[in-house]
């Protein structure tokens, strides 16, 4: 090979290795060939992703070599930026004189008016910083900014996001607001970046738990609700929709700032301190009072339009000069009121009332019935969730424990147990003994018992529903033939010698359709429909079953019918018949 071919053959096997995602083989390819590039952008450019790779490996050390190389090529502003941003990320901490000239070099970059589209960036490096000295809440705080700062740059718009997620799905285990972050991450992020799959599995379980946990929340909620007297009630339900709407109107506040903030440049000291000491002390100067002052004005006289004496409950006209221009500018204050007044109907639009609130409450047995099964069903939810997804072992314990305690009779409260049976030798916190105990005192009968007392129970179950089902073929078969009697003689031998078999509900709905074709009356056949409906409610073949009996129902009216119209014809017949009789007699 000669120096020409020797560059060309280690950058293919490098870019091929990149999207391999084998980074190792791709450094080693990108190492050697380094020497034998000449031209300084792309000797910069190889440097700045190394530099990359590395800091992946956290290999802060080796990547800050590279990120500084790759600031010695003059390369354009735009790779410089990164490449320096990147540089006095990865430099050294342990001293503290290198933590105040990196945060002093951050805070030049948010001074320079070049990187106002850049700020997005700078925050996030910055959020990263924070989280090497370990400083959680500071990061997390950087990483807001980002997003708010964030113009037009999506894709770093959605790793801010995506770090936001990591860090309280891993860390904080705030999994609401990882569920929030992981969402939006989705939604900001383009498909065909490599891990949007997997953010989106993760997005989606995260999901599901806080639709589960919502559900817990709100129905335990709602039964406390049901247990306080009258007064103390309605005053709970006034204090939650007087917080709610402090929360939304917090929440605007700061939509506006951050618009205003992505719509202009903001100096440095308005991001990063409390407050700006430049600001304008004049109030209709100063955006952050005036947001401020229509905030509090909310809290204290709420919802009301803008108009000319507003906080009296008769309203006097005044004559005043100059009338045309101040009904202009009355249609204007009118119309600027009515915006106002549909922005703020916008903004507690979520919040429920206090009627729909009361009619949330379980005040009934009924109702309480209803909440209760909805509590039940997401407790084993949310408890599978943490056990198989989020792998929380001690929430999912605690969550199938009060599944036990307060359900013992749901229909899925065994197979809580029988995951803790399964999980709890690997797992010191908690005694297998007590779940096989549980299983086989508390639910006999259940299919989980059966395997834990006999450890053969599904192989020698699949040979009794061979067994059976051999015996539904022929009495299936000698139903279609006519053969009613023998059919039914032979169904009625599968519970007696195979009464585990799960062929049970096959068995009985076929009797059922041989009594519609044996029995004269068809109440025998409707009964029998109706009785496999109840005792097989979860059966698959539930809705073939209505359907026959909806058949029945429709052929019984048209016979009733018939009938009607053979004794006497229809009412408009009997009357015609009746006229040309008269007729007749009078001919005669």
Not at 231 to 249: P, R
Not at 417 to 430: D, S, T, V
Request: proline share 4%.
């Amino acid at each position: 090979f000669n120096e020409e071919n020797t560059l060309n053959y280690h950058l293919t096997l490098a870019h091929y290795y990149r999207l391999q995602d084998h980074f190792s083989m791709m450094t080693k390819h990108l190492e050697i060939v380094m020497p034998l590039v000449k031209n300084r952008l792309q000797k910069s450019r190889y440097h700045y992703l190394l530099g990359q790779v590395y800091q992946l490996e956290n290999k802060d050390s080796i990547a800050n070599y590279h990120y500084t190389k790759a600031l010695k090529f003059n390369p354009p502003y735009e790779l410089w930026f990164h490449a320096k941003l990147k540089a006095t990320g990865t430099q050294n901490i342990d001293k503290p004189e290198n933590i105040v000239k990196i945060e002093r070099f951050y805070k030049k970059m948010l001074r320079d008016e070049n990187n106002w589209e850049y700020h997005d960036r700078i925050y996030y490096e910055m959020a990263k910083f924070q989280l090497r000295k370990d400083s959680l809440p500071m990061a997390l705080n950087y990483l807001n900014q980002s997003i708010s700062s964030s113009t037009t740059n999506k894709v770093q718009k959605a790793y801010s996001y995506l770090l936001l997620g990591e860090l309280h799905y891993k860390r904080i285990k705030d999994y609401e607001k990882a569920a929030s972050y992981y969402d939006s991450t989705v939604q900001t992020m383009p498909p065909s970046n490599k891990n949007y799959l997997a953010i989106k599995e993760t997005a989606t379980v995260l999901d599901s738990f806080v639709t589960q946990y919502n559900i817990v929340k709100h129905e335990d909620h709602v039964q406390w609700l049901a247990t306080l007297p009258e007064d103390s009630l309605d005053k709970v339900l006034e204090e939650e929709i007087a917080f709610e709407k402090e929360i939304a109107i917090k929440k605007r506040e700061n939509e506006i700032i951050n618009k205003k903030k992505r719509s202009r440049k903001i100096p440095i000291s308005s991001t990063l301190a409390d407050g700006d000491p430049n600001a304008s002390k004049f109030y209709f100067d100063n955006e952050q009072a005036q947001i401020l002052g229509k905030s509090n004005f909310l809290r204290v006289w709420g919802n009301r339009p803008l108009e000319d004496n507003w906080r009296r409950s008769n309203k006097e006209v005044v004559n005043v000069t100059n009338t045309t221009n101040n009904e202009e500018t009355a249609i204007k204050q009118k119309n600027k009121g009515k915006k106002e007044e549909e922005d703020t109907a916008d903004l507690f639009a979520h919040i429920k009332d206090k009627d729909t609130r009361l009619s949330e409450i379980p005040f009934d047995s009924t109702a309480l019935d209803v909440s209760n099964h909805n509590l039940e069903e997401a407790l084993f939810k949310l408890g599978k969730i943490y056990f198989f997804d989020l792998k929380e072992y001690d929430n999912a314990i605690e969550t199938f424990e009060r599944l036990y305690n307060d359900f013992p009779n749901y229909e899925f409260t065994p197979e809580a147990m029988y995951i803790l049976y399964g999980f709890c030798p690997q797992y010191e916190k908690c005694d297998d003994i007590t779940y096989r105990e549980r299983l086989i005192d508390d639910y006999p009968d259940s299919f989980f018992a059966k395997i834990i007392k006999n450890p053969n129970f599904v192989a020698e179950s699949n040979i009794i529903n061979k067994k059976a089902e051999a015996m539904y073929i022929t009495s299936f078969e000698l139903y279609k033939s006519g053969d009613y009697q023998l059919a039914d003689s032979t169904l009625n031998l599968i519970p007696k010698r195979f009464p585990d078999t799960n062929l049970l509900d096959k068995v009985n709905l076929l009797q059922a359709l041989i009594i519609g074709k044996t029995s004269e009356d068809k109440t025998d056949y409707n009964k029998a429909l109706n009785n496999f409906i109840t005792e097989y409610q979860k059966s698959d073949l539930v809705p073939y079953a209505k359907s026959l009996l909806g058949e029945t129902s429709s052929q019984k009216k048209k016979i009733n019918k018939r009938d009607e119209e053979e004794k006497g014809g229809k009412p408009n017949e009997r009357v015609k018949f009746k006229d040309e009789k008269k007729k007749g007699k009078k001919d005669d």
